[in-house]
């Protein structure tokens, strides 16, 4: 071998070697989620709510005393009443040691399909009219202006595309799942557009609410008290659940009742681990497109309470679902493994 031959060959493994050292060192720094960082495990308790409440102040079948007593019956710790471009003030409705929380879920203007563009926003000091404003992001921000927070409403059934949702800016998640629009058109379901925004870097939380309006039928369950979220936090006050939800440091669920429990979710030492309560699956979902993740199923007469995927080191995030023997599905906040 000729000497220009051996240095070259020298220096291509040397720059190998380091691209990979390189790779190796940042996800390791991405992906070792210690045990004293991780939420699950920290001091706290965990409140049961839902965020997205329909009264007679709009739409909705059932007075707001009425409404907030149902919730209050099923084991709920705190509630947002969000009517229809109104401001419930809920607050003034002596429910303790209920938490009741001031909404109003906001129509924005329109999906490019044609569907309306609602957001669920709260801690506002003032109800917003959309007719004073231009669009959906003037809107938002008009929110961020009085301290508050924007979810935004069943994108799915909204007919919003990726692109719609990239446009905006400032909103601290998107439902998920919606019970009312699962119940009443199929339609509850908002995973897709969560992963397309994940994928493009977008860190949005993923929130489970009811959207409830007492409506029901022979052949539509209520949908007062099915979806739900299990917040991680010190104490039932606003600062501390909102303090939470802006941190991720919750999990969703569709309900109704109850539904699987998330003990614990981690990346340690290249893998993705998880503890739950009895489930008939776990998915650790991650990035689309090249088949990352992995589903875990249990066998038949059996459940699972744990499942760990090794991870190829190229996941931009990993995600969790899982599902009870009932049906009831729990979603977890990704963990994103890049800067």
């Not at 719609?164 to 897709?192: M, P, T, V, W």
């Not at 614990?264 to 489930?279: I, K, L, M, Y």
Request: hydrophobic letters at 40%; one cysteine or more; proline letters at 4%.
């Amino acid at each position: 071998m000729t000497k220009d031959r051996l240095v070259r060959r020298t220096l291509s493994t040397l720059f190998v070697a380091g691209f990979v050292y390189k790779a190796l060192v940042a996800f390791s720094i991405a992906a070792g989620t210690t045990e004293a960082e991780r939420f699950w495990q920290a001091p706290g308790n965990w409140y049961k709510g839902n965020l997205h409440t329909h009264t007679t102040n709009s739409d909705g079948d059932l007075a707001p005393e009425v409404m907030i007593a149902r919730y209050q019956e099923a084991g709920y710790d705190f509630l947002a009443l969000s009517d229809h471009n109104r401001l419930t003030r809920a607050k003034a409705i002596s429910a303790k040691p209920f938490l009741l929380i001031d909404g109003e879920e906001i129509t924005a203007g329109h999906s490019e399909i044609g569907g309306e563009i609602h957001f669920v926003a709260f801690n506002l000091v003032e109800r917003i009219d959309p007719r004073a404003y231009g669009g959906p992001q003037e809107i938002l921000d008009a929110v961020r202006a009085q301290g508050g927070e924007v979810v935004v409403s069943h994108p799915y059934w909204s007919g919003l595309t990726v692109n719609e949702l990239l446009r905006l800016d400032g909103f601290l998640g998107i439902e998920i799942y919606n019970a009312s629009c699962a119940l009443s058109i199929g339609k509850g379901h908002s995973l897709a557009q969560w992963d397309d925004l994940l994928v493009r870097g977008r860190r949005v939380m993923g929130f489970a609410h009811d959207d409830s309006h007492g409506h029901f039928n022979e052949h539509r369950p209520t949908d007062v008290a099915c979806a739900f979220l299990m917040v991680k936090a010190a104490t039932l006050t606003e600062e501390a659940i909102f303090g939470a939800l802006r941190k991720g440091e919750f999990y969703a669920c569709s309900g109704p009742g109850g539904g699987p429990k998330i003990l614990d979710f981690w990346v340690a030492d290249g893998q993705a681990h998880v503890r739950t309560s009895a489930a008939k699956t776990i998915t650790i979902a991650a990035d689309g497109g090249r088949g990352y993740g992995e589903r875990f199923t249990a066998p038949k007469g059996s459940l699972l309470t744990e499942a760990h995927h090794k991870l190829r080191g190229r996941e931009k995030y990993v995600r969790l679902e899982v599902i009870d023997a009932e049906g009831r599905t729990a979603w977890a906040n990704p963990i994103f493994l890049t800067p």
